[in-house]
């Protein structure tokens, strides 16, 4: 009966090719009197076979397969053996996964118990094999923009996904095909990348863009995802900087301004959207409420009398913003000059 039993396994044994055995790190045993704790050694992912072979089995043993910290080897294994056997194998029942395994546990655990008896504990490791490429999770991205967007903006995240179990694994490097426009920011906290801006925008050239991210792995196997930005048109002041003047110990509107009366306008490719003017800043701010402007013209006016031996020119910092949508915004700066009175006078005796 013994000998039918050991032809049994040995027949198991010739099926599997014992040549291709590699994983089984020579022969084991067991201990049902105190136990063992052995560690197999490791395997590359995709392993089919004999994990152990296990010799000198005495006959008045009965043996079980069990989990251990995990119950996942129960997927993969199973005991080759009848009771009385003196020869047993723990072989797959399915190709081993690391990243199956690795979501439950470091390693592959599992115990060869003798019934009634204390657990003998084996670990395999299971090396990871880079057979996942990394991908998006989304086909497609989008997001709108203003034109004044500053250089450097982060404007959207994209991320792709590596199921591979090990980090080295799983680590991707982003790429952008043109246009150059745009650039990519490797995230690594979230193994993601940031679509940034590298140059600006003009709504009056270009209103979409459309271009590819790919997300490759160390072992080249890669993805790609479609991004497309959207670029929207800002209020825009035909100037940044108009100079203007008053005279001391007078109120009212402010005269002669330069370069031309002051004016913003949203007038891009036909679209012409009304704006608001408002103070946002007055330098010295001790003037902070001697200005007030329309709203509608963007006339700027003085509330309360200059002196100009107190300062002689006074910045005010104007904003235009789109009525319909008040995160567009465009910024100039009018220069003020405060004129002595005198000096007016003498032009005219002079004259």
Do not use: W
């Not at 198991?12 to 063992?36: F, I, K, P, W």
């Not at 560690?39 to 005495?58: A, D, P, R």
């Amino acid at each position: 009966m013994e000998k039918m039993a050991l032809f049994s396994v040995l027949f198991v044994l010739a099926c599997l090719h014992v040549d291709s055995v590699r994983s089984a790190l020579g022969s084991t045993e067991v201990n049902c009197v105190s136990g063992s704790n052995v560690n197999l050694g490791n395997t590359e992912e995709g392993y089919e076979g004999v994990i152990e072979i296990i010799t000198n089995i005495s006959p008045d043993v009965r043996l079980v397969l069990e989990p251990h910290i995990s119950s996942i080897a129960m997927k993969f294994l199973e005991l080759v053996y009848s009771d009385g056997d003196s020869i047993a194998i723990v072989r797959t029942i399915k190709p081993l996964d690391a990243e199956e395994i690795k979501m439950s546990a470091d390693a592959l655990y599992y115990s060869v118990t003798c019934y009634r008896g204390p657990k003998n504990v084996r670990t395999l490791y299971i090396l990871d094999v880079n057979d996942n490429p990394p991908i998006f999770q989304s086909k497609s991205y989008s997001a709108t923009v203003s034109e004044t967007t500053a250089v450097g903006t982060d404007l959207l995240n994209v991320r792709a996904i590596d199921a591979d179990a090990f980090t080295e694994n799983k680590r991707i490097t982003y790429s952008i095909l043109p246009p150059d426009e745009f650039e990519v920011s490797y995230d690594a906290q979230m193994n993601a990348c940031d679509i940034k801006l590298a140059k600006p925008l003009n709504y009056n050239n270009v209103q979409q863009y459309n271009f590819i991210v790919e997300a490759k792995d160390i072992g080249g196997l890669r993805d790609t995802t479609t991004v497309t930005i959207t670029v929207e048109g800002s209020p825009y002041f035909d100037h940044s900087l108009y100079k203007a003047s008053i005279e001391e110990n007078k109120v009212g509107h402010v005269s002669d301004v330069t370069p031309e009366a002051i004016k913003a306008q949203d007038d891009k490719k036909g679209i012409n959207k009304p704006v608001v003017f408002s103070i946002t800043t007055v330098v010295p701010k001790k003037y902070q409420n001697s200005f007030e402007i329309d709203q509608n013209s963007g006339v700027i006016s003085v509330t309360t009398p200059l002196d100009r031996e107190e300062t002689e020119q006074i910045a005010v910092f104007i904003q235009a913003t789109q009525k319909d949508d008040a995160s567009k915004t465009a910024d100039a700066v009018v220069l003020i000059t405060i004129v002595n009175v005198n000096d007016n006078l003498l032009k005219v005796d002079l004259a």
